[in-house]
Nanobody, 121 residues
Framework: QVQLVESGGGLVQPGGSLRLSCAAS????????MGWYYQPPGKQRELVAT???????NYADSVKGRFTISRDNAKNTMYLQMSSLKSEDTAVYYC???????????????WGQGTQVTVSS
């Protein structure tokens, strides 16, 4: 089995910072592209940022210059450093990962359970 567990969410004031973590565990042969997505209240889930196995990053326009995605391949962990937070960043944040469980298996997409981020004064 494979499990993704997010942590680091919480309540923060506008302009503040928060760091999310996503730890992958279980039967993992290779951990490839990972990403953060968010789902604001009443809206669909949207891309925040992605990072490839080699470290190439991609960001939604709304978070460029404010959020930084990174990963520690030795720990199978991905991070999202969020700065200059705005009320519109309030959402449940989900991590996603494309994982191969063996050398001969295909690549499958896994999701975490989500962590709430609330930006409010």
């Amino acid at each position: 089995q494979v499990q993704l567990v997010e942590s680091g969410g919480g309540l923060v004031q506008p302009g503040g910072s928060l760091r999310l973590s996503c730890a992958a565990s279980g039967n993992i042969f290779s951990l490839n592209t990972m990403g953060w997505y968010y789902q604001p209240p009443g809206k669909q889930r949207e891309l925040v940022a992605t990072i490839s196995g080699g470290g190439r990053t991609n960001y939604a326009d709304s978070v460029k210059g404010r959020f930084t995605i990174s990963r520690d391949n030795a720990k199978n962990t991905m991070y999202l450093q969020m700065s200059s937070l705005k009320s519109e960043d309030t959402a449940v944040y989900y991590c996603s990962a494309w994982i191969r469980r063996s050398a001969i298996s295909g690549e499958y997409n896994y999701w975490g359970q989500g962590t709430q981020v609330t930006v409010s004064s």
